[in-house]
């Protein structure tokens, strides 16, 4: 059912200035001026509106990160009042305020006990570029300056700033100026494109088994600290096998190099725990944190630092030469503390480790396991991708698969749906708030799309 919506403007109108004015992220700029974008209006729930009336069960929460779906009284509410009382000031000149103190000390009550400190930043991008500083002037400190090289994995995301984008593996970002010196890449653990002959356990272990190689070319003595998303997000939801971080951590605590775990995606419940990590059962040094900081209704992120960290950077290292006029932003606070309360207190988090989490993952594979497009099935909790495949029995995959992959995501939006492609993978996160009836409703209209995918390419 399509709402009832006057736009101010005709679509074309608000296209046509689109063009003349923005350059949007990830696309031909070109080629979408020639199309046009669709332009969102409004918000309710899991459901987005486009200037045309037109309705999408929003199947990615935005960008990963609108965790209690769109149209929340209590966080608009938590921003306006926040706004009227203290609508900014900063924590520079020995100041802060009680926002920020009190989403920290709620933050830290959800988290595991070995973490005390946070720094907080506008966005992942920032907290993965806050990290690079402070992992290695953690390292100055103890009287090892030579320790800052940092790995990261060939595919992994980190964000689009220069460093968090040297830090993550994305080759094509790299060609437009990504790359630092000291940062080093391992392969990522995409068992179904990469493993070959070996069983998953083998491959995980394998994989894991680069960075102590890589530890050991480059020399413990160099090497700061590895980063990672717990499962990988915009490189296409893969999960690793269950081998994969036990042997990291292994490595990690033998060469004495920091664990950073990149958390943007995965915090604040999208597996069923509060944190990722928490799913996989490793315990990092440090988070990265945003998304679902704040159900994304206004900008917020952050490093977490683990009490080994947080110790050194504060009884022994004197000034430490980092701040951001926007850092623990009042509003921001405010909202983020709104919205972790409601996680909390309105069971969302338990919600989907036990009842809509499940039942997602298991709709899939009931719908999905025999599908002659689909290759293989993964994910937890209300994260999940589908991996389209040539031929199952081989793990041949497409060589277009990435054509296939838009394809079916273009499908999607004219079934009134957002998922999303990348590589051969269709990838879904819908917000937690998420009933059985509108995931039945996302299973669907994603069966829908890719039906008809597989129907063009000839396989149905």
């Avoid at 403007?9 to 046009?36: C, P, S, W």
């Avoid at 506008?122 to 806050?130: L, P, R």
């Avoid at 209704?297 to 683990?306: A, E, T």
């Avoid at 309360?341 to 298991?362: F, I, M, W």
Wanted: hydrophobic share 40%; aromatic share 10%; glycine share 12%.
């Amino acid at each position: 059912m399509n709402a009832q919506i006057k736009p101010n403007r005709e679509t074309r109108d608000y296209q046509a200035l689109d063009a003349a004015h923005h350059i949007h992220g990830f696309v031909d700029q070109k080629a979408l001026n020639a199309e046009g974008p669709r332009v969102m209006v409004k918000g309710e729930g899991l459901y987005l509106w486009d200037n045309d009336g037109n309705r999408y069960l929003d199947g990615m929460s935005g960008l990963w990160c609108t965790n209690l779906g769109y149209g929340r009284k209590d966080l608009t509410a938590a921003a306006t009042r926040q706004m009227e009382q203290l609508a900014y000031y900063n924590m520079f000149f020995h100041t802060t305020h009680p926002a920020v103190v009190e989403l920290s000390e709620l933050l830290f009550s959800l988290l595991p006990g070995h973490y005390s400190h946070a720094i907080y930043t506008n966005s992942g991008s920032e907290a993965n570029e806050v990290l690079i500083r402070t992992v290695r002037r953690y390292w100055q400190i103890l009287g090892k300056p030579e320790k800052k090289v940092m790995i990261g994995r060939w595919n992994g995301y980190h964000g689009s700033t220069l460093a968090s984008t040297a830090l993550g593996g994305m080759k094509f970002m790299h060609e437009m100026g990504g790359m630092l010196p000291d940062i080093e890449h391992i392969d990522e653990p995409y068992w179904y494109a990469q493993g070959g002959e070996l069983t998953p356990a083998e491959f995980g272990r394998r994989c894991a088994l680069q960075l102590e190689e890589k530890i050991l070319q480059l020399g413990a003595d160099k090497v700061a600290g590895f980063i990672a998303e717990p499962f990988q997000g915009a490189g296409g939801m893969i999960f690793p096998p269950e081998s994969y971080w036990p042997e990291i951590q292994r490595i990690c605590r033998k060469y004495d190099v920091l664990l950073c775990a990149d958390e943007v995606i995965g915090g604040f419940g999208r597996t069923g725990e509060w944190f990722a990590h928490e799913y996989f059962g490793f315990e990092p040094d440090t988070l990265s944190i945003a998304k679902g900081l704040t159900s994304g209704y206004i900008p917020m992120g952050g490093l977490v630092l683990s009490k080994r960290i947080a110790e050194v950077l504060v009884e022994q290292g004197g000034v430490f030469a980092h701040g951001l006029t926007y850092s623990g932003h009042p509003v921001a606070a405010a909202v983020a503390l709104a919205n972790i309360k409601a996680l909390r207190d309105e069971g969302v988090v338990s919600q989907v480790k036990n009842d809509t989490g499940p039942y997602l993952q298991q709709c899939l594979r009931q719908v999905f396991g025999d599908h002659p497009l689909v290759g293989e099935i993964q994910g937890t909790g209300l994260v999940a991708a589908l991996q389209f495949a040539e031929d199952k029995a081989t793990r041949k995959r497409f060589v277009n698969e990435n054509d296939i992959a838009w394809r079916c995501r273009t499908i999607g939006f004219e079934e009134g749906l957002i998922i999303r492609s990348t590589l051969g993978r269709m990838i879904m996160a819908p917000a937690l708030v998420a009933t059985r009836g509108e995931l039945d409703e996302l299973v669907e209209k994603t069966k829908r799309a890719v039906d008809r995918t597989a129907q063009e390419i000839g396989l149905l």
